[in-house]
C-alpha cells in the first residue's frame, strides 16, 4: 500500500481523531480546523514541532493501522517512533525464525545489501553527471559480511564525487545536510512501516549492532534507497535550494512515490521497500535464498525530471 507521509511542522497544532480521520486545529486564535485525513490513507505521520499535542487515541489509531508516529530532534532527525506491536497475522512465527537465524545467513544478506547500496550510488552519480568508475570498482570486492567496509569505503569516495571535495557528511549540520537528514527520516518511517507490516522485529539487524539502536533492521534495509533521497538532494541543491523549507520537504517526500525499475516492472520506492522487508522474512523462513532488491537504476520520475533540467 501506498499511503500518505504527513508531516506537521508547526508548534501551534492539536491532532486528533473524528469519525475516521485525523483532524488538524489551530491552538491559538478562533482555534480553527486546518484540515483532516483520513487514518487509513496515513503511511506515517512526521511530528516535526515541539509544541505540537495530540491525543491517545491518534496514536491507538495509527498504531492499530501499522502507521509510525514519528518524533523528530534537532536538524530534523528522528530520535523516537511509535510502532505497532501486532503487525502480522503470523508475526510471532516470522520473529522466531528471525531470531534463529544463523550467522553466515545474516553475512550474506547484509553483503548483497551492500553490493545494491553500492549500485545505486553509482547509478545517482551516473544522473548527476559524475565517474561512477570509483564505486562500481568496490561492487565485485564485497565480501560475505563485508569484513574490509567495502561500504564505508565507498561512501568516503560518494560524498566527494556527489557534492563536491569540500563536503562533510554531518548529522547535526545544517543546509545540504539537513536536507539529508530529513530525507533519510522519510526513509526510515517508511521502511520502519514496511518492517513491522511484514511481522518482523525492527531491533534483530542483519549488519547494524549498535546496542541502543531499537530500528537496527530497518537502518540495514533502508541502505539501498538512500541514493533516492541523495540524488534529490543534489538536484534542490543545484537549483538553489539548499536548506529545509515547506517546497524541499515535498520534494523529498515525493521521493517515496517515485517509480523504481524492479526485476517485475517498475513501481513506486515504497512499495519496494515493502517486497524488500516481505523477502526478508520468506528468506528467514526458509521460502526464498535472496531479497527482493531494486534494480541498480534511480526511480524513473526522478531519472526525467533531471533530463528536464
Same mark, same amino acid.
Given at each position: 500500500?501506498?499511503?500518505?507521509?504527513?508531516?506537521?511542522?508547526?508548534?501551534?497544532?492539536?491532532?486528533?481523531?473524528?469519525?475516521?480521520?485525523?483532524?488538524?486545529?489551530?491552538?491559538?486564535?478562533?482555534?480553527?480546523?486546518?484540515?483532516?485525513?483520513?487514518?487509513?490513507?496515513?503511511?506515517?505521520?512526521?511530528?516535526?514541532?515541539?509544541?505540537?499535542?495530540?491525543?491517545?487515541?491518534?496514536?491507538?489509531?495509527?498504531?492499530?493501522?501499522?502507521?509510525?508516529?514519528?518524533?523528530? &530532534?534537532?536538524?530534523?532527525?528522528?530520535?523516537?517512533?511509535?510502532?505497532?506491536?501486532?503487525?502480522?497475522?503470523?508475526?510471532?512465527?516470522?520473529?522466531?525464525?528471525?531470531?534463529?537465524?544463523?550467522?553466515?545467513?545474516?553475512? %550474506?544478506?547484509?553483503?548483497?545489501?551492500?553490493?545494491?547500496?553500492?549500485?545505486?550510488?553509482?547509478?545517482?552519480?551516473?544522473?548527476?553527471?559524475?565517474?561512477?568508475?570509483?564505486?562500481?570498482?568496490?561492487? &565485485?570486492?564485497?565480501?560475505?559480511?563485508?569484513?574490509?567496509?567495502?561500504?564505508?569505503?565507498?561512501?568516503?569516495?560518494?560524498?566527494?564525487?556527489?557534492? &563536491?571535495?569540500?563536503?562533510?557528511?554531518?548529522?547535526?549540520?545544517?543546509?545540504?545536510?539537513?536536507?539529508?537528514?530529513?530525507?533519510?527520516?522519510?526513509? %526510515?518511517?517508511?521502511?520502519?512501516?514496511?518492517?513491522?507490516?511484514?511481522?518482523?522485529?525492527?531491533?534483530?539487524?542483519?549488519?547494524?549492532?549498535?546496542?541502543?539502536?531499537?530500528? %537496527?533492521?530497518?537502518?540495514?534495509?533502508?541502505?539501498?534507497?538512500?541514493?533516492?533521497?541523495?540524488?534529490?538532494?543534489?538536484?534542490?541543491?543545484?537549483?538553489?535550494?539548499?536548506?529545509?523549507?515547506?517546497?524541499?520537504?515535498?520534494?523529498?517526500?515525493?521521493?517515496?512515490?517515485?517509480?523504481?525499475?524492479?526485476?517485475?516492472?517498475?513501481?513506486?520506492?515504497?512499495?519496494?521497500?515493502?517486497?524488500?522487508?516481505?523477502?526478508?522474512?520468506?528468506?528467514?523462513?526458509?521460502? %526464498?535464498?535472496?531479497?527482493?532488491?531494486?534494480?541498480?537504476?534511480?526511480?524513473?520520475?526522478?531519472?526525467?525530471?533531471?533530463?528536464?533540467?
Amino acid at each position: 500500500m501506498v499511503g500518505r507521509i504527513v508531516e506537521i511542522a508547526d508548534d501551534r497544532r492539536h491532532l486528533f481523531v473524528h469519525r475516521g480521520f485525523m483532524v488538524v486545529k489551530d491552538t491559538e486564535g478562533e482555534r480553527k480546523e486546518l484540515g483532516q485525513v483520513p487514518l487509513d490513507d496515513i503511511a506515517a505521520v512526521i511530528a516535526n514541532a515541539h509544541g505540537l499535542t495530540y491525543t491517545n487515541n491518534l496514536l491507538v489509531a495509527l498504531a492499530e493501522r501499522g502507521a509510525p508516529f514519528v518524533l523528530c &530532534g534537532a536538524n530534523h532527525n528522528a530520535i523516537g517512533m511509535l510502532l505497532t506491536l501486532d503487525g502480522h497475522h503470523v508475526q510471532a512465527k516470522r520473529i522466531e525464525a528471525q531470531w534463529a537465524a544463523a550467522l553466515p545467513l545474516h553475512k %550474506r544478506l547484509w553483503a548483497s545489501v551492500v553490493k545494491c547500496k553500492l549500485e545505486q550510488q553509482a547509478a545517482a552519480l551516473e544522473a548527476a553527471g559524475a565517474p561512477t568508475a570509483p564505486l562500481q570498482a568496490l561492487v &565485485g570486492k564485497v565480501k560475505s559480511g563485508d569484513p574490509e567496509n567495502i561500504e564505508g569505503q565507498g561512501a568516503r569516495r560518494y560524498w566527494g564525487l556527489l557534492f &563536491g571535495a569540500e563536503f562533510r557528511r554531518d548529522q547535526g549540520g545544517d543546509g545540504i545536510n539537513g536536507l539529508l537528514n530529513y530525507g533519510y527520516t522519510i526513509l %526510515r518511517s517508511a521502511t520502519a512501516r514496511s518492517v513491522v507490516a511484514a511481522g518482523l522485529h525492527p531491533s534483530i539487524g542483519l549488519h547494524h549492532s549498535n546496542d541502543a539502536n531499537a530500528m %537496527r533492521l530497518v537502518d540495514d534495509l533502508m541502505e539501498p534507497f538512500r541514493p533516492m533521497v541523495d540524488l534529490k538532494v543534489w538536484q534542490l541543491h543545484q537549483a538553489t535550494e539548499s536548506h529545509v523549507t515547506p517546497d524541499t520537504k515535498r520534494a523529498l517526500v515525493r521521493v517515496l512515490y517515485d517509480d523504481m525499475p524492479t526485476a517485475v516492472g517498475v513501481t513506486p520506492v515504497m512499495v519496494c521497500m515493502q517486497r524488500l522487508a516481505t523477502s526478508l522474512a520468506h528468506v528467514y523462513l526458509g521460502e %526464498r535464498t535472496k531479497l527482493d532488491l531494486p534494480l541498480p537504476a534511480l526511480p524513473l520520475s526522478l531519472a526525467g525530471s533531471l533530463e528536464a533540467d
